[in-house]
């Protein structure tokens, strides 16, 4: 079974994982093209909310299946748990191979002899700041919501497994108002500002809750509300902000290259995180000294990751066009013949898929 998990999650890995870049930027150029579609399509005002549903509905569908179980365990329960995660992929899949390719990239897109050692002495800032922004988010945020139960058990005076999964949901759930806030602030004080001020109240609160642990777990819900808050903190900054600030500090030509090296790198960190989280807090000891311990690491690491964000991403136009424009004029000074540059044409695209175009 064990390895039949790691067989899956690597298929997964190569599929999802793949897709994952290119739909982030396919999403930023297509909210790029009109105004209706800047709300519709921007993967920071939607995108990160609708992943992070995916976090509370999993603990919503876990609480349905245990109690169709009668709370007890048994191999049913995660059995049925695991199919039903086939539904979505399923569906979406559906509607990606029906997908073309946005206006910008029909434009701009270089198939072949992409020039890396230009594009890396133009963009080697941006892209380090983006990459390590991404680690230092997903360091943190992925252990402390993947062991959102277990932490919330150890301080459970009840600690039985349904109630650690519903106030783990709970505590997920606080990631919903972030994102929402964290969409409403990029606009209007920019992608940069948003996830350097995210990143230093996400620390600055874990901080607080590390520092103070003692006092504060004594009254259980208190712990419950503000753990809740400081996810939040984390998705109101670089949980909204790290796709737009990945896809919109690079030109077309290279978006889906650098964001999809900025995206690996960050789910390095997931993993590095996820790995270490448990062995941290058991060698500080059981108990609250552990549990102060992964709170002010993790912490550090927000901290460190507003600094990277603020001295590495760059304050970029909101119009993709610009960057692309200064991008080929770049290549041209440098004597890259960008006379190639451009993807298929609308209708040659469309043959692939099951669009059919208006004659």
Same mark, same amino acid.
């Given at each position: 079974?064990?390895?039949m998990?790691?067989?899956?999650?690597?298929?997964?890995?190569?599929?999802?994982?793949?897709e994952?870049?290119v739909?982030?930027?396919?999403?930023?150029?297509?909210?790029?093209?009109?105004?209706?579609?800047?709300?519709?399509l921007?993967?920071g +005002?939607?995108?990160?909310?609708?992943?992070?549903?995916?976090?509370?509905?999993?603990?919503?569908i876990a609480? @349905?299946?245990?109690?169709?179980y009668?709370?007890?365990l048994?191999?049913?329960?995660?059995?049925?748990?695991?199919?039903?995660?086939?539904?979505?992929?399923?569906?979406i899949f559906? %509607?990606? /191979?029906?997908?073309i390719?946005?206006?910008?990239?029909?434009?701009?897109? /270089?198939?072949?002899? +992409?020039?890396?050692? #230009?594009a890396?002495?133009?963009?080697?800032?941006?892209?380090?700041?983006?990459s #390590?922004?991404?680690?230092?988010?997903?360091?943190?945020?992925y252990?402390?919501?993947?062991f959102?139960?277990t @932490? *919330?058990?150890q %301080?459970?005076?009840?600690?039985?497994?349904?109630?650690?999964?519903?106030?783990?949901?709970?505590?997920?759930?606080?990631?919903l108002?972030?994102?929402?806030?964290g969409?409403?602030?990029?606009?209007?004080?920019?992608?940069?500002?948003?996830?350097? #001020?995210?990143f230093?109240?996400w620390? *600055?609160?874990?901080? +607080?809750?590390?520092?103070a642990?003692?006092?504060i777990?004594?009254?259980?819900p208190?712990f &419950?509300?503000?753990?809740?808050?400081?996810?939040?903190f984390?998705?109101?900054?670089?949980?909204?902000?790290?796709?737009?600030?990945?896809s919109?500090?690079?030109?077309?030509?290279?978006?889906?290259h650098f964001?999809?090296?900025?995206?690996?790198?960050g789910?390095?960190?997931?993993?590095?995180?996820?790995? &270490?989280?448990?062995?941290?807090?058991?060698?500080l000891?059981?108990?609250?000294?552990?549990q102060?311990?992964v709170? #002010?690491?993790?912490?550090a690491?927000?901290?460190?990751?507003?600094?990277?964000?603020?001295?590495?991403?760059?304050?970029?136009e909101?119009?993709?066009?610009?960057?692309d424009?200064?991008?080929?004029?770049?290549?041209?000074?440098?004597?890259?013949?960008t006379?190639?540059?451009?993807?298929?044409?609308?209708t040659e695209?469309?043959?692939?898929?099951? %669009?059919k175009l208006?004659?």
């Open positions: 079974m064990f390895w998990m790691i067989v899956g999650r690597g298929i997964a890995g190569f599929g999802a994982g793949g994952y870049p739909c982030g930027t396919s999403s930023a150029e297509a909210s790029d093209e009109s105004a209706v579609c800047v709300y519709l921007d993967p +005002i939607y995108g990160a909310p609708l992943q992070h549903q995916g976090f509370v509905f999993a603990g919503i609480l @349905i299946v245990l109690a169709c009668h709370q007890k048994s191999e049913g329960v995660w059995r049925v748990a695991f199919g039903l995660g086939i539904v979505l992929p399923l569906t559906f %509607f990606r /191979i029906r997908m390719n946005s206006t910008q990239y029909r434009k701009h897109a /270089i198939k072949q002899n +992409i020039p890396y050692m #230009l890396i002495r133009r963009y080697w800032k941006p892209m380090l700041g983006t #390590l922004a991404w680690f230092c988010y997903d360091f943190v945020t252990p402390f919501g993947i959102s139960s @932490i *919330i058990s %301080f459970n005076p009840n600690n039985t497994l349904t109630e650690n999964i519903g106030y783990g949901t709970v505590v997920n759930c606080f990631y108002p972030g994102c929402v806030v969409g409403l602030l990029m606009d209007r004080i920019g992608r940069k500002q948003t996830m350097t #001020l995210g230093f109240c620390g *600055i609160l874990g901080f +607080i809750l590390g520092g642990l003692g006092p777990q004594k009254v259980f208190l &419950v509300i503000l753990y809740g808050i400081f996810n939040s984390g998705e109101m900054g670089p949980g909204v902000a790290t796709f737009l600030t990945a919109e500090s690079f030109p077309t030509p290279l978006r889906g964001m999809g090296l900025a995206a690996a790198v789910k390095a960190g997931a993993a590095i995180g996820t790995q &270490v989280f448990t062995p941290i807090q058991t060698s000891g059981s108990g609250q000294k552990g102060q311990g709170f #002010l690491i993790g912490s690491f927000a901290i460190v990751g507003g600094i990277i964000t603020w001295v590495f991403v760059p304050d970029m909101k119009d993709l066009e610009g960057e424009v200064k991008f080929r004029r770049y290549l041209e000074e440098n004597g890259f013949d006379s190639g540059l451009g993807g298929e044409s609308l695209e469309a043959k692939g898929t099951t %669009f208006d004659k």
